[in-house]
């Protein structure tokens, strides 16, 4: 299953400049782990961070100045870094499995001259089979919308980045010409109606762009979730389906769905629940008259059932949960902020390990990121899947991975646990 390898943001809110895990060019860097938890004091950046995955999902969905307007943001200058005036970026590496080369998407935001955000530059770029230094072979460019493409799978003479830089419009007009012969063959000129939707939403639903398409489906299924309790006792229409929505409000909806086609696998998940929430001991779902789902909790003391309504926040993000880690399809990244919010604080660890196991299953689970402030949680996790993020000297985020200290390697070698260390200090910036 794909995997992000590094991830990079610039002038995102409080993100002046961040990196986490490797890049095309810092590969020195050790990439992202499985299972990421990012922590840090309140007000640093980490709901920042949680929502720049969001952002990029969304503007691939709904394009850039939706994006921008969406989910509270306020607009592309209410998430532009205060005081730059230089664009919003992205960038992010990633392998679709583990032994492909990997990829580097990069995306440039800026506002036009009618004061709307659009989306400035964008490009996708691959080493070469055999390639292990220079620049990668660039297979999308387009800067304002216009640019080159490259077909197929394979690498080939398009661009000439040896020294970082090429004259795009002048290879746009070589290839339409027909004097740039080798790469006419392999290239196409392209230019998008739409300035404020992104190049791989577009390129990516054709066939002769797989490489482009694969990438869009990439980032199509990740899953950040705006799950809220409140959303889960909603009353939808009854129908089963197969995933869990960004909102939880098909919870039931997904019940019927592992009834019916995976009742193993849902027993599975009631015995696990069964030694997290002592008591419950079957869920399912009833319809209403009017052709709505009730979400149904047995309890082995009570003869009748308590419905999703009355259950509490913490039971029903338990189950939301791990009906997640338990979808038969995963999606290829899970992005969760502050899971343990309404948690009792012993199940904790054991969340945490859960989302490990998922994530380094034999069967290709998720690639977890959380975001957290719960020291029980972290105590479950190694020194290299936790990054800390704080306030640098500039009021801007700054951002380490604990496995950096090798203080901290060290003591939770000699049996420690990170979330200890953490609550006393031993993290901070020294």
């Avoid at 799950?227 to 889960?232: D, E, G, R, V």
Wanted: glycine letters at 10%; aromatic letters at 10%; hydrophobic letters at 35%.
């Amino acid at each position: 299953m794909a995997k992000i390898e590094g991830f990079r943001i610039k002038n995102f809110r409080s993100l002046k400049d961040v990196t986490l895990g490797r890049l095309w060019n810092q590969q020195l860097a050790e990439p992202l782990t499985p299972m990421t938890a990012v922590i840090g004091k309140n007000g640093v950046g980490k709901s920042t961070l949680f929502d720049a995955f969001g952002f990029l999902a969304d503007a691939l969905k709904s394009g850039i100045e939706e994006a921008c307007d969406s989910r509270g943001r306020g607009g592309f200058n209410r998430i532009r870094a205060q005081g730059q005036q230089a664009p919003i970026e992205f960038e992010v590496y990633y392998k679709e499995d583990g032994n492909a080369r990997p990829i580097t998407y990069e995306i440039a935001i800026d506002l036009d001259s009618s004061g709307r955000p659009y989306v400035l530059k964008e490009r996708l770029r691959q080493r070469r089979k055999g390639q292990k230094h220079g620049w990668p072979f660039s297979f999308l460019v387009l800067n304002h919308g216009k640019g080159v493409v490259w077909k197929g799978e394979q690498e080939g003479r398009q661009i000439n980045e040896d020294h970082g830089d090429f004259d795009l419009f002048g290879l746009m007009e070589s290839i339409k010409s027909g004097e740039a012969k080798e790469e006419s063959k392999e290239t196409e000129v392209v230019e998008l109606e739409d300035m404020r939707k992104l190049g791989i939403a577009t390129l990516g639903s054709l066939k002769q762009h797989p490489r482009i398409s694969a990438f869009r489906r990439f980032i199509e299924g990740w899953y950040v979730s705006y799950f809220t309790p409140n959303s889960a006792r909603s009353l939808p229409l009854a129908g089963p389906q197969k995933h869990l929505n960004i909102l939880g409000d098909n919870l039931g909806n997904v019940v019927q769905f592992m009834e019916r086609e995976h009742p193993k696998r849902f027993q599975t998940i009631l015995n696990r629940i069964a030694e997290k929430i002592p008591g419950i001991n079957k869920i399912d779902t009833e319809p209403t008259n009017d052709g709505r789902l009730l979400l149904r909790f047995n309890d082995k003391g009570f003869q009748d059932p308590f419905y999703s309504q009355q259950m509490s926040d913490g039971t029903l993000k338990v189950f939301a949960y791990l009906l997640l880690l338990e979808d038969p399809t995963p999606p290829p990244f899970l992005c969760i902020e502050e899971p343990e919010n309404g948690l009792y604080h012993k199940l904790l660890e054991s969340l945490a390990r859960e989302f490990r196991e998922h994530a380094t299953g034999r069967k290709g689970g998720s690639q977890v990121f959380i975001t957290t402030h719960q020291p029980y949680l972290v105590d479950a996790l190694e020194p290299s899947e936790v990054w800390i993020l704080e306030k640098g000297p500039d009021g801007f985020s700054i951002i380490r991975r604990a496995s950096e200290d090798e203080t901290v390697k060290n003591l939770v070698a000699e049996g420690l646990p990170l979330g200890g260390l953490w609550y006393s200090d031993y993290l901070d910036a020294r």
